[in-house]
């Protein structure tokens, strides 16, 4: 069973920085593709930043430069460097295995964690 448990989140003012982690059990994690993907209040989920195996890292648009992706396969971790926030990075964020690139919508995911960027 594939379970992904998230950390990390918190309330930051903008231009702040937060390191999200996630910790990966049930399934082969330093063969797996993994991501990250968000919710803000009202909006469907978005996927944010796909890592895949060989540590390759593809980001959206509007984190590109500011978040980055990481993994440590000796700890079955999985990490979200939040740099230079801002108002509109506030929503849920998840870790999850996803089937697909770039998924907006993995099944396999965890509960996440609040991140909330005001002043």
């Known amino acids: 069973e594939v379970r992904l448990v998230e950390s990390g989140g918190g309330s930051v003012q903008p231009g702040g920085t937060l390191r999200l982690a996630c910790a990966a059990s049930g399934f082969p994690f330093s063969e797996s593709t993994l991501s990250w993907v968000r919710q803000a209040p009202g909006s469907k989920l978005e996927w944010v930043s796909d890592?895949?195996?060989?540590?390759?890292?593809w980001y959206a648009e509007s984190v590109k430069g500011r978040f980055t992706i990481s993994r440590d396969d000796a700890k079955n971790t999985l990490y979200l460097q939040l740099n230079n926030v801002k108002p509109e990075d506030t929503a849920m964020y998840f870790c999850?295995?996803?089937?697909?690139?770039?998924?907006?919508?993995?099944?396999?995911r965890g509960r996440g964690t609040q991140v909330t960027v005001s002043s």
């Open positions: 890592i895949n195996r060989f540590g390759t890292e």
């Open positions: 999850a295995k996803p089937l697909l690139f770039r998924q907006n919508d993995p099944r396999d």
